[in-house]
């Protein structure tokens, strides 16, 4: 079975044990979620899109927050003297898909 669900505005192809990283989301390790925004539905060649899906996906929080690489956003104007240099690193969930119902 496949579902193609909507976590925190984006858009993600999952199967029953699939593990991915998300948007952090809140809540512990350990701790079960479940996500109801779910846009397509195969189930063995039979597909079901749009308002007609009717199925729920459940899954296990891994760990609660991973970050992601670091990224460097530097700004420099020649011969100005301008200098600015901006970092940031994204926090991620990591998620277990336990079920799709």
């Known amino acids: 079975m496949l579902a193609v669900v909507k976590i ?16 952090h989301l809140e809540g ?3 701790d079960k979620v479940e996500f109801n925004e779910v846009l397509l539905v195969d189930n063995a060649g ?12 459940k899954a296990e929080i891994v ?8 990224v460097i956003a530097f700004k ?3 011969r100005k003297g301008f200098r600015k240099k901006h970092g940031h690193r994204t926090h991620y969930t990591q998620i277990k ?3 799709i119902a």
């Open 8 to 23: 925190a505005g984006q858009q993600f192809k999952v199967q029953a044990g699939d593990s991915l990283y998300v948007p």
């Open 28 to 30: 512990n390790t350990g």
């Open 97 to 99: 898909i336990e079920s």
């Open 46 to 57: 039979k597909i079901s899109v749009g308002s007609a899906v009717k199925a729920t996906v």
């Open 63 to 70: 760990k609660d927050l991973v970050q992601g690489d670091k």
């Open 76 to 78: 420099m104007k020649r």
